[in-house]
């Protein structure tokens, strides 16, 4: 992992009200296919939000592409090379496949000529191309959520990030889409935040682990499934090796926590 | 492989690659050129591939040139690329459209039908109590409305609650500041025409403003929903101002009933007049400079 960092986040915290949802995380992040996984509520979804500028950190640095996420002319020069996966997101019933994502392309600022041409390369790589210029809301559950996909990736960005892509997709689509991750994570960084662990296993290059707003554990797709130890079953399969993995990991995490004494927890938190 | 006319059994010789592009090159023998030529007459697939091959050749940049030319010629949008379906490129809106055009579609989202739909539903309710009912005041009730439409409009086209693209335009360079002032501008291009017209055709009340005072006062208003918006989001801006609005154009004419049918006392201290008007224009002003101030708000993350 020598290349240089596209995203940094440094002691970033987030609130919702009065719960914490991320506790000084730090992370980074370069190109490649990277997964974020956790319990529901973990913090997953939160952390997506802001890599995505939508919300505002309470407090920590994050620093996107060599720019600073906090100063306005950087945020928008990031916002052009982002592509953001919402986990639930509207669209206009009216507008037909094309015209939504195209619309998204306007508003990311894809050159008016070169716009016709990539709203339909995304949508054809979604695999949409035969219902491209059918209206959204005769659409199926998983067409929209390729929809959604086709939007995030119409600027081609070099940071894309991905809440739940597969909620909804078949197991075929989900086949075809991996593929696409794949083919994405050549060049750009991709985030993608799945509780699916054989989305992990068939697609990640590295594995984030997320715990009540904590790193809890962070490696190779690899390492994940080494934690889980050995088999006996010689039919193992590696999701299988990875679920056990993020067992073991999570477990690991909470008796860490359970292990440090409480003063160090709470000056931790004063930081 | 169906040839589109003559023969109902297709020609069993096709066109190889190799000679499509010797032929593309000029180099085929002239033989197998003229039974080429022939053959792409009655079969479609073999001519496709043998113009693919003729663009990709030497001759394509000129043919390309030519066929721009003979587009602009006949008044045509240049297309990117040959693309093989024509009916998708005119509904395609990545095109380079005009100016106007782009400015629709911009907005096309905020004009959602339950807006546009009250507005008819006011316009055509002051017509009714107009010319059907015969209700002298519906001018001045119409002046009275006006001002709070845009805000309507304005409150359901951005914003978490509003737009249900919110949280992908949140993440683009274009979404904040830039796309609400896009959408208030098509509102108030729907609503200004439609509602000064309206007035006018409205039978007059005597000694009451034209048509036209609304506008000041609906546009001050407007800018202090997205300046106050910038603190609390659109939706409660808007309605804070519509609700404050309304209470201080009724409040009054319920306070006295009968004395002043229509409201029209009060309808003209806040519309007539040089000083009610310069007053709505420093507001519309000082709105405005404060919306310049707050313009990074909108930006930045999670409007409320």
Redesign the interface.
Known sequence: MNQPATVAVTGLTVRHRRTVALDALDLSLSPGIHGLLGPNGAGKTSLIRVLATVAAPASGRVELLGGDVGSHGERTAIRRRLGYLPQEFGCYPAFTVREFVAYVAWLKEVPADRAAAAVERAVERVGLADRIDARMKTLSGGMVRRAGIAQAIVNEPELLLLDEPTAGLDPEQRVDFRALLRELGTEATVVVSTHLVEDVAAACTDVALIESGVLAFRGTTAELAALGGESGDPGDSTTNAIERGYTAALRAHRDRLAARPAGQRAKESLR | MTSPNSSPTPPPWHVSDALALRYAEGAAPETDAWSLEKHVESCSPCAGRVSAAVRAGAAGPALAAVRADLLAAVGHRPA??PTPTPA??S???????GRGA?LW??A??ALRGSWVVAVALVLGGAFALAYGAGFQGARSWLLAASPVLPLAGVAVSYGRHA?????????????GLR?LLTRTAAVLAVCVPLLTAGGALLPPVAGFPGAAAWLLPGLALTLATLALGSFVGCRAAAATLAGGWLLAVTGPVLGQPGTDPGGAAVLTSYFSGPVAQGSWAAAALACAALLVLRR?SF????TR
């Open positions: 990117p690329a998708a490129a509904v395609s809106a990545g095109h380079p459209l782009r579609w911009a096309g989202p737009d249900p693209l919110y949280e992908i335009t949140a993440a683009t360079p274009s979404g796309l990074r930006d930045h993350l999670e």
